[in-house]
């Protein structure tokens, strides 16, 4: 791939994808959402009505909009829409709490919040909680006096504006660039040998960077047809593979391990790969998956500061372990230690990167951005990683969830691939706490499979021959589910909270 001939034809504004598809295959399917299609040259009419739509309620370039909503056409629309008139867009899940969404609209001062109430019945609540009127098929807020941002020329305008986080009074919004999102969409779509006869599985939430900029941007840069889901079912998803005939689908672990709960046993399909982002991949659902499927089961790794692929295993080379493949073409990582120095292929250390994929920063936290950056331009991911001599990286865990138990290094991903690996256990999350004497402990928090109830006894007794003493959790509970985001990411932030309390009662 040359990665500086595919730089120099990246466009320099996202909505350019659809404007150039709608003039080249204007009868192509663009997206499907519930029964209604749109081709590229209908798409490209609706862009160009919410863009004229916008500048009547007053937004201007360099304003911030929040979209509220769950996926659907309209919002599709409304990030080329925003990306015309040079606002940004800043997608939030309808999912949120009403107290999340009033966290980040205080943190980005939008110019008006769009509510996208047709297909979302959430966003349609918040839109009455905040007394939004109607505007065709959306509603808006009240016009806000907010500043706009200085509006840059080039591509390395800020494009979305995507938060890690609205649990808390400090959200973190990530400045991801249209030059950040188009390649992504252009090395994605091409490392995936995507065409316009593909039909891609649109239901990771665009509100997060892995359905806006690989699934969504990825499947349109390449004139294919996305077929949008609000959330995902296992039910809804096994029958879309099959009535849709569907040809390309990524998801997250747990999608994939709660439709082969629903399935019990070989899924027909027209499915030319899968491929598993957003959180770790264990080596039995994999194996799991692609006997169930037919087709390999492909990883990839990246984080919303890196817009998001840092790497993926290529599809003329599918890999029988769980790594997380080579890095992407145009990129630069470094793995290393404490001290910031490199270390030999195989050891362990932290993973830096560096490239077109690496984002602005942090909206209005200058010190968090010069916390997270280091010197030459390289991204410190926070993650743990290693990689063998033939270039494939293997995550190992994140830095911030090491634990440190009786001086040894503990990685909690080590700890859930062994529970993981019993049959009684959907899915496990490790994580560390506190003890009186300065020291870590281990705690494991496990989602029975259906159907099975694993004591703590069998599940203890399962590790011990498989993991060293140290590594062993000190306590495991057993839980009806873990707690998710709508991507299906477990919120180990929650879980750390209950182990620390439990300790406490």
């Not at 997206?31 to 919410?50: I, K, P, Q, S, W």
């Not at 007394?131 to 494009?159: C, F, K, R, W, Y």
């Not at 290393?336 to 490199?342: F, M, P, Y």
Request: aromatic share 6%; proline share 6%; glycine share 8%.
């Amino acid at each position: 791939m040359d990665i500086a001939a595919l730089l120099d034809a990246l466009p320099i504004r996202l909505d350019a994808i659809v404007r150039e598809r709608a003039r080249t295959q204007p009868h192509a399917p663009a997206l499907v959402e519930a029964g209604r299609r749109l081709t590229y040259g209908e798409l490209a009419a609706l862009v160009e009505h919410y863009a004229a739509l916008l500048r009547q309620l007053d937004v201007r370039a360099g304003d911030r909009v929040m979209v509220v909503g769950e996926n659907c056409i309209d919002q599709v629309a409304l990030i080329f829409a925003l990306s015309t008139i040079d606002a940004w867009s800043v997608n939030v899940n309808a999912r949120l709490s009403g107290t999340e969404i009033a966290n980040i609209a205080a943190h980005c001062t939008p110019r008006r919040i769009v509510y996208l109430g047709e297909m979302s019945p959430d966003a349609r609540a918040h839109a009455q909680a905040a007394g939004a009127a109607a505007h065709g098929s959306i509603l808006t807020g009240l016009l806000n006096d907010s500043v706009p941002e200085a509006v840059d020329a080039g591509n390395s305008q800020v494009a979305a504006l995507i938060y890690t986080t609205g649990t808390t009074g400090h959200p973190k919004g990530v400045m991801l660039t249209h030059r950040n999102l188009l390649f992504i969409a252009a090395v994605s779509s091409t490392l995936r040998g995507l065409s316009p006869l593909d039909r891609a599985c649109g239901v990771l939430p665009v509100s997060h960077v892995y359905g806006l900029a690989s699934v969504m941007m990825g499947t349109l840069y390449a004139g294919a047809c996305l077929y949008l889901s609000p959330r995902f079912s296992a039910p809804a998803m096994l029958r879309a593979i099959a009535d849709d005939e569907l040809t390309i689908l990524q998801g997250v672990p747990a999608m994939y391990a709660r439709m082969l709960e629903v399935a019990q046993g070989p899924i027909e399909s027209k499915l030319r790969f899968l491929y598993a982002g957003g959180s770790p991949l264990d080596p039995v659902l994999k194996a799991q998956v692609e006997q169930a499927f037919g087709v390999p089961l492909h990883n990839g790794y990246g984080m919303t500061e890196s817009s998001p692929t840092i790497s993926q295993t290529r599809l003329d080379a599918p890999r029988a372990d769980t790594s997380v493949g080579p890095v992407i073409p145009g990129i630069d990582v470094r793995i290393v230690d404490a001290g910031g120095v490199d270390v030999p292929d195989g050891q362990a250390g932290e993973l830096w990167v560096r490239g077109p994929n690496v984002m602005k920063g942090y909206y209005r936290e200058a010190a968090l951005t010069a916390a997270t950056m280091r010197e030459g331009d390289w991204l410190n991911t926070g993650d743990m990683a290693r990689r063998d001599a033939d270039g494939a990286l293997f995550i190992v865990g994140r830095t911030k969830e090491l634990i440190i138990r009786s001086g040894f290094n503990v990685y909690p991903l080590e700890v859930e691939t062994a529970l993981n690996a019993h049959p009684g256990v959907a899915q496990s999350a490790v994580v560390g706490r506190a003890a009186a004497d300065g020291n870590e402990e281990v705690v494991a928090f496990i989602e029975a499979a259906p159907g099975q109830r694993p004591t703590v006894d069998e599940l203890r007794a399962f590790l011990a021959d498989r993991l060293s003493p140290y590594k062993c959790p000190s306590e495991i509970v057993i839980m009806d589910a873990l707690p998710a985001a709508a991507t299906g990411k477990i919120l180990k932030g929650r879980l750390k909270t209950l182990a620390q309390a439990s300790r406490a009662i």
